[in-house]
């Protein structure tokens, strides 16, 4: 079964910290790029962070440069998100995402993600 299942949501107050991990199974994870996307109420989808396939590099949404960090474990098929100083404007549905040329491109069922004192 392809699948991708997020985990490590939850609620957390100002300039705290969490990880998110998004396993993915029934398919070649070393060759999908990988992001993370949230969406908060009201809002569209926006991506946060990416990560290539082959040379792993990275990307980031401008809001969260220099707080978050992606990172991948083909291994384990997983990729991580990494969140510091999180701020109330980061609260949010997380998703992760995998990519391929010419395949389907695959989503997660979100985590929650809640920034709030």
């Known amino acids: 079964q392809v699948q991708l299942v997020e985990s490590g949501g939850g609620s957390v107050q100002p300039g705290g910290s969490l990880r998110l991990s998004c396993v993915g199974s029934?398919?070649?994870?070393?060759?999908?790029?990988m992001s993370w996307h949230r969406q908060a109420p009201g809002k569209e989808r926006e991506l946060v962070a990416g990560?290539?396939?082959?040379?792993?590099?990275?990307t980031y949404a401008d809001s969260v440069k220099g707080r978050f960090t992606i990172t991948r474990d083909n291994a384990k098929n997983t990729v991580y998100l990494q969140m510091n100083s999180l701020k109330p404007e980061d609260t949010a549905v997380y998703y992760c995402?995998?990519?391929?040329?010419?395949?389907?491109?695959?989503w997660g069922q979100g985590t929650q993600v809640t920034v709030s004192s």
């Open positions: 995402k995998a990519e391929r040329r010419m395949y389907r491109e695959l």
């Open positions: 990560i290539t396939s082959v040379t792993g590099t990275t």
């Open positions: 029934g398919f070649t994870f070393s060759r999908y790029a």
